[in-house]
């Protein structure tokens, strides 16, 4: 990844942070983008002390397309060129689909369908104006075709992006070798899904319960997976989702 750069989204904190310090450790400038500038600034800092890159924090909103536009716009300016996107922003809160407002349903898919596809369309616009053969990892989850009781938002959209993925991946990978991948984790230690959804003790032990490998995933192990299927040595893999989550979604007692 020496000299490549990377546009990693949501990446102030949890998987997002963990893959742009794995980028930025094998030596490509990772633009990272969040909301909040004084928490972007911070994890820069932070990123800086390892990374063999450069680092650049573009403050913004994935569901804002002029923010969207912007941010491509500044990673050309900054970097001259774009050659892979992670689509790793996103929100969630857990609800009862009766209790869900509009507004709350509205907040999650656009956050997490609409803005991958701003994204998504924007750098890839730029890719194909620019004849570069660039690379898109998007994060699902295994509930993206599986059942997503109690965060019905969150699941659909993510099924939205699953499905974006694998048209993207055909419809330009064909026209112009653009591959588009997928991760979908299960839970992960230390990141915004894990302190949200397995917030009580209780919750945690169910969801490690419900892990045929007994414990939560870690947020390094999801970033040597996001590394390997941008880099070349996965070239031939496009449309694909790739699971890692102990084998939690196909266990259907847990112990
Ligand atoms: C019920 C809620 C709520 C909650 C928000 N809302 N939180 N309803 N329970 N806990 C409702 C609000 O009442 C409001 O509706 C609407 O949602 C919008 O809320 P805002 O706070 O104004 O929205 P906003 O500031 O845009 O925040 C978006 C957000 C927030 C999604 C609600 O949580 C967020 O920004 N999250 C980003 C980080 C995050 O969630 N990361 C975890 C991703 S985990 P009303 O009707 O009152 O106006 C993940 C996958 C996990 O995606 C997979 C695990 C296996």
Request: neutral net charge; proline residues 3%.
């Amino acid at each position: 990844m020496k000299n490549k750069t990377v546009i990693v989204t949501g990446s102030s904190s949890g998987m997002g942070k963990y893959m742009a310090e794995k980028f930025a450790m094998e030596g490509a400038n990772v633009v990272i983008t969040g909301r909040k500038e004084d928490k972007l600034n911070a994890v820069k800092e932070e990123l800086m002390l390892k990374a063999t890159g450069d680092i650049f924090s573009i403050p913004m909103d994935v569901r804002k397309p002029e923010d969207v536009e912007r941010m491509v716009e500044q990673t050309v300016a900054k970097f001259g060129s774009i050659d892979h996107l992670v689509n790793n922003a996103a929100g969630n809160f857990i609800s009862r689909a009766e209790d869900l407002s509009i507004n709350g349903w509205n907040s999650v898919i656009d956050i997490v369908l609409n803005g991958t596809f701003y994204c998504s369309r924007e750098v890839g616009k730029y890719w194909i104006e620019n004849d570069k053969k660039g690379t898109i990892l998007n994060m699902v989850a295994t509930y993206a075709w599986n059942a997503g009781a109690g965060v019905i938002h969150s699941s659909a959209a993510k099924a939205g992006v699953l499905n974006m993925t694998r048209t993207l991946a055909v419809e330009w990978g064909a026209r112009y070798g653009i591959r588009v991948n997928a991760i979908a984790p299960g839970p992960i230690e230390r990141t915004g899904g894990a302190e949200k959804l397995f917030e009580s003790e209780k919750a945690a032990k169910r969801t490690i319960n419900s892990v045929p490998l007994q414990r939560l995933g870690k947020p390094e192990e999801i970033a040597e997976l996001a590394y390997f299927l941008l880099s070349d040595k996965a070239a031939y893999i496009n449309g694909e989702v790739v699971t890692m989550d102990g084998g939690q979604w196909l266990n259907k007692f847990p112990f």
